[in-house]
């Protein structure tokens, strides 16, 4: 008998109450953004993606679930404030193309929303919020592999904290973070946890 | 959850509504161009056919296919079965062939259940006996969803050979745990003895509660189960309990018309009903292939007990 428990990443509350840490410690835990640093980093890179695509015209942003898709929302908003383009925005869900599902629980699966001319022949700029292994960006790509030709593809990401175990990097950062293996990073977005805010937490030794 | 599909019963709420909600992402991939993804690469999906079929079995396969996995198609006619060789080491074949899930249909109630005992993978029940067909139930509960907006407070009837069949007593235990309102309608020798313990309503008056429902679900007269006479011609059971133009006119403007397929047409259904705008039955079979991809998905998803 095995159960469906759905498990989503560790780490504590948005209001932080904590509970000892594995070495019986409370874990160190310290806000690395807070809401006007995350306001200005996505400023900052829905100026980029404008430069950098010379006026976001054939641009399609596509939100990995669940943060990355608010995230390329946040964008959308902005960039539409800029330059009075509306830019297509959706989300792509990697669940089905993970290279770790046999390696925990079945999980849920997020939304896959295109917009309505599809992907192909735009440039695609992939969103998520932290930026680590580069397996969920590997993933990513092989979904939009399935779901067209885009032109490009470039990669957007509000936190990169390093430890990159595949050939990826990211062409918009919001904040480069260095972090050891064991600490946690945790983005909080409003839409979601009711307040903005980006986490970095001790692990302690392992 | 548990690691197999038998019952619609075994269900709890919870589990009905990630395997509705993961069909309802599912149903994207049906609408595009390259219909497959890679999540069950490298695991093998048995079907296992003890009976005739043709939608449970191409919609199992397609559902597998979808999702990257080695589909192995066994069928009684003509296999070691035909030469007298037991469910148990059949099972016992499959299992050394390295089955992750085996989907299996059986003319003996309880054929699944005593499966489940023998091999390691993941037993889906496609059908067993007069028993349960669970994802049929599924995807009738996913069509109505879709059409109804939710299935919470609904009134769902279900009109005819209760008796023979395994779609209405899954659809009854489903429909219950999801909190839709169920009412059963039959002659009365068309329904089993134990339906008093069943958690629906009984009817016999199909035009008094025709008006009340928001679902119309017809169940086919099984004649191929009939083996004596359960109403005396087939004349007078299509009118006192077919679905023809008349009756439909009795429901409201917002109500379905479900199958389960396959249909007699003329018999438990008029043509021009099953054809209508509001009959869902085409849509059915499209939504069976995603809810058994959901199901399959959510078995086989994770890691390996």
Redesign the interface.
């Known amino acids: 008998?095995?159960?469906?428990a759905v498990s989503e990443s560790a780490g504590p509350d948005p209001q932080g109450s904590y509970t000892t840490g594995p070495d019986g410690k409370r874990p160190d835990t310290r806000a690395v953004l807070e809401a006007p640093d995350i306001h200005r980093a996505l400023t900052r890179i829905a100026h980029e993606i404008l430069e950098r695509t010379k006026g976001a015209d054939d641009v399609v942003l596509l939100g990995i679930p669940t943060r990355g898709a608010t995230l390329a929302r946040r964008l959308g908003e902005r960039i539409e404030r800029f330059e009075g383009v509306k830019i297509p925005v959706g989300s792509v869900?990697i669940t089905?193309?993970r290279d770790d599902?046999?390696?925990?629980?079945?999980?849920?699966?997020?939304?896959?929303e295109l917009p309505p001319d599809g992907i192909d022949g735009r440039v695609v700029v992939l969103v998520d919020d932290v930026l680590y292994s580069g397996r969920t960006v590997r993933a990513a790509l092989?979904a939009l592999n399935?779901?067209g030709r885009p032109t490009s593809v470039q990669l957007a990401t509000l936190v990169d904290r390093g430890h990159r175990e595949l050939p990826i990097r990211a062409d918009y950062v919001g904040k480069n973070l260095p972090t050891a293996k064991s600490e946690k990073v945790k983005v909080y977005l409003q839409e979601i946890d009711g307040r903005d805010a980006v986490l970095l937490m001790k692990g302690g030794a392992r | 959850m548990n690691r197999h599909l038998i019952s619609a019963g075994d269900l709890a709420k919870d589990d009905a509504l990630l395997i509705l909600d993961t069909a309802e992402e599912l149903a994207r991939v049906s609408e595009r161009s390259i219909k497959k993804l890679p999540t069950l690469r490298g695991r093998t999906v048995v079907n296992l056919f003890f009976e005739d079929s043709t939608r449970t079995r191409i919609s199992f396969e397609a559902a597998a296919k979808r999702l990257s996995a080695d589909v192995i198609n066994f069928s009684a006619k003509g296999s070691s079965v035909s030469k007298g060789e037991s469910l148990k080491d059949t099972a016992l074949t499959l299992e050394a062939m390295g089955a992750d899930a085996v989907v299996i249909r059986h003319s003996a109630s309880g054929a699944p259940h005593r499966l489940a005992n023998w091999v390691h993978g993941s037993v889906v029940n496609a059908g067993d006996g007069t028993h349960e067909h669970p994802t049929q139930a599924l995807l009738d509960a996913f069509s109505m969803r879709r059409r109804l907006g939710g299935l919470e407070g609904r009134k769902v009837t279900i009109v005819g050979d209760v008796l023979h069949s395994r779609v209405a007593r899954s659809n009854v235990l489903l429909l219950h745990t999801l909190g839709a309102e169920v009412t059963l309608v039959a002659p009365p020798t068309l329904l089993p003895v134990s339906i008093g313990t069943w958690p629906c309503e009984v009817s016999y008056d199909l035009d008094a509660v025709l008006p009340k429902s928001d679902a119309v679900m017809m169940l086919r007269v099984q004649k191929e189960r009939m083996n004596a006479a359960y109403f005396p011609s087939e004349r007078e059971y299509s009118r006192r309990y077919g679905l023809d133009r008349e009756r439909f006119a009795k429901m409201t403007d917002e109500a379905i018309v479900m199958h389960p397929g396959p249909m007699n047409r003329g018999m438990e259904i008029a043509a021009e009903v099953a054809d209508s705008a509001r009959s869902t039955i085409v849509e059915q079979v499209a939504n069976g292939v995603t809810i058994r991809m959901a199901v399959l998905y959510l078995l086989l998803g994770g890691e390996t007990a």
């Open positions: 008998m095995v159960s469906f869900d089905m193309y599902l046999r390696r925990g629980p079945v999980r849920p699966l997020g939304p896959t092989d399935d779901l």
